[in-house]
């Protein structure tokens, strides 16, 4: 990859190495699974699906190594490419869908992205974001349709002209059995390349390695027990690292297989896991909370309705322990709540299938973890600090970004990962906010979550968030965004006393603010600074 070195290394541990072993053993199996035409794409196959993408890629002047940026949906297709592309040697840079067009511009220009795949559902939308870069800096096109890549040479071509009949669109040839020289991928090799969302600044483009993305896979399969016989129900987008690891490489690395739908869909989730028997699923809070918004009241009638899905994982963002039971009692369905970064390829704290604890987001799945203080120290039970992680799994570095890599990784091996929390004294970790979320009133630091969790469950409230409004006299004092169950009217005093009795006084919001949402990223966490931002452009209303 551009601007990474790849060294040493175990050339068999790698994804190349994982699918040689499936090759051996079970080349016939489905490994992917298109919920909306039926196709399947067996282990075999997707051997396949790698050789072609290489020739392809090849054929279009770019080497292994280089980055490869992707704008497209989710679903079957999207998978195929993207683990092709990690498979030949290639490193993909998924870009946001949600993300503006001026970042993805930045993005591309920051990565060096060599080439940008796309399809023609998307091309009106890359022709404008490239048209912000200088021409210079406009890497070609490849235009996905099926397993036929196009290339267009004119970044800013009419995409609506059939190929044949546009001269600076070519065909690039795809053999019927492609061949592609044996290459050295190793541990070390840049395998992915994931663009953190930026709400502080500019986005970090984050370089997770063939090994790194392994170690974080095999420790959750093993984690979670997962067998070659256990299928996944993922709709998570691939430009966001859960949807990389949980939703691909897991199943990948433990022979299983995927239903990867293009989009989430509340109407058609439980049809999904009914008609393809999938074993378990991967959620993030906010999909919990719409199947829970979409489903009666009354729950299940008689016993589980889907008595083989084994649990439901939940990560990304934190799962209210309120929400987290209703599901549970809702669809007879355990929930896992686990919590990871894209600095740590997903992987960090689960709970385990028996004996987890609501609210908390688990031990240390196949790491090492501790709570720190400000000065990197040690903490015991029951105190509050940063929670550092090392493992096999924590990034090689942020993409052109030496000092940030610094910044955020010691030189002990410990990543800080921003987040604030305690660790119990059985060993179960607890966030409680973000460094740079945490309201700081009169010198006494709150955490945001807490407040958050003792909204959640007033009557009126859909969701809620606190986050940190200026205060003259404290520096910085509570405030708390507010989404109505519709139909329902705020009733102020009553949640003041609700919060008083739940919180004390000094944790109590001095505002609230009634919105329609919250604002999210892309993984569904919600984005307290902008609330902040957005209270401070309407000057406090």
Not at 402 to 415: K, N, Y
């Amino acid at each position: 990859m551009s601007g990474a070195k790849a060294t040493g290394g175990n050339a068999d541990d790698s994804l190349p190495s994982v699918l040689a072993r499936h090759l051996r053993e079970r080349a016939d199996d489905v490994f992917l699974i298109c919920p909306e035409t039926g196709r399947t794409l067996r282990y075999g196959q997707l051997a396949q699906a790698a050789r072609r993408q290489s020739t392809a890629l090849r054929a279009a002047g770019r080497l292994p190594g280089e980055n490869i940026a992707l704008l497209l949906p989710g679903g079957f297709d999207t998978v195929t490419l993207c683990l092709s592309c990690m498979l030949s040697g290639y490193v993909p840079v998924p870009l946001n869908l949600l993300a503006a067009d001026t970042v993805l511009a930045w993005i591309i220009g920051h990565c060096g992205a060599k080439t940008v795949i796309t399809c023609r559902e998307y091309a009106p939308r890359l022709r404008d974001v490239l048209t912000r870069l200088p021409a210079a800096k406009r890497p070609p096109v490849l235009i996905r349709e099926r397993d036929l890549p196009i290339e267009v040479t004119d970044a800013l071509a009419p995409e609506a002209v059939p190929p044949e009949n546009n001269p600076v669109v070519r065909t690039v040839p795809t053999p019927a059995d492609p061949q592609t020289s044996r290459q050295s991928i190793s541990a070390h090799s840049p395998a992915l390349l994931v663009y953190t969302s930026g709400t502080t600044g500019k986005p970090k483009g984050v370089v997770l390695t063939q090994g790194n993305l392994l170690a974080a896979a095999r420790h959750i399969a093993r984690w979670h027990r997962l067998t070659p016989q256990d299928r996944l129900l993922c709709a998570l987008p691939l430009y966001h690292i859960n949807g990389q690891v949980i939703g691909t490489l897991v199943p990948f690395v433990t022979g299983g297989s995927v239903v990867a739908p293009v989009r989430f869909s509340v109407s058609r989730w439980w049809g999904m896991v009914e008609r393809y028997r999938c074993t378990w699923l991967n959620l993030v809070p906010t999909m919990i909370a719409f199947l829970l918004r979409a489903a009666p009241d009354d729950g299940p009638a008689a016993g589980p309705p889907y008595p083989w899905v084994k649990f439901a994982r939940s990560a990304s963002a934190p799962l209210s322990p309120a929400q987290h039971r209703q599901f549970e009692q809702r669809f007879g369905i355990a929930v896992i709540e686990g919590m990871g970064m894209t600095e740590s390829a997903s992987l960090a704290f689960c709970n385990p299938r028996d004996g987890q604890v609501y609210g908390s987001v688990g031990l240390p799945c196949g790491i090492e973890a501790m709570v720190a203080g400000s000065g990197g120290e040690p903490l015991g039970d029951n105190r509050a600090g940063e929670i550092l992680l090392r493992g096999p799994n924590i990034m090689a570095g942020y993409f052109r970004e030496g000092d940030q890599t610094l910044a955020a990784i010691d030189r002990r091996g410990w990543l800080h990962s921003g987040d604030l929390g305690y660790r119990d004294p059985r060993g179960f970790y607890f966030i409680t906010g973000r460094i740079k979320e945490i309201i700081i009133k009169g010198g006494e630091n709150i955490a945001p979550r807490e407040i958050d969790e003792a909204l959640a469950e007033f009557p009126a409230l859909r969701e809620a968030a606190a986050f940190a409004i200026p205060d003259a006299d404290y520096g910085q004092n509570v405030a708390a965004a507010l989404v109505l169950h519709s139909g329902m009217a705020f009733d102020e005093a009553g949640l003041r006393a609700w919060c008083l009795e739940r919180l004390g006084a000094y944790k109590v919001p001095v505002r609230f603010y009634i919105v329609a949402e919250l604002p999210r990223g892309g993984s569904g966490k919600v984005q307290r600074l902008a609330l902040c931002a957005r209270v401070r452009r309407s000057g406090g209303r």
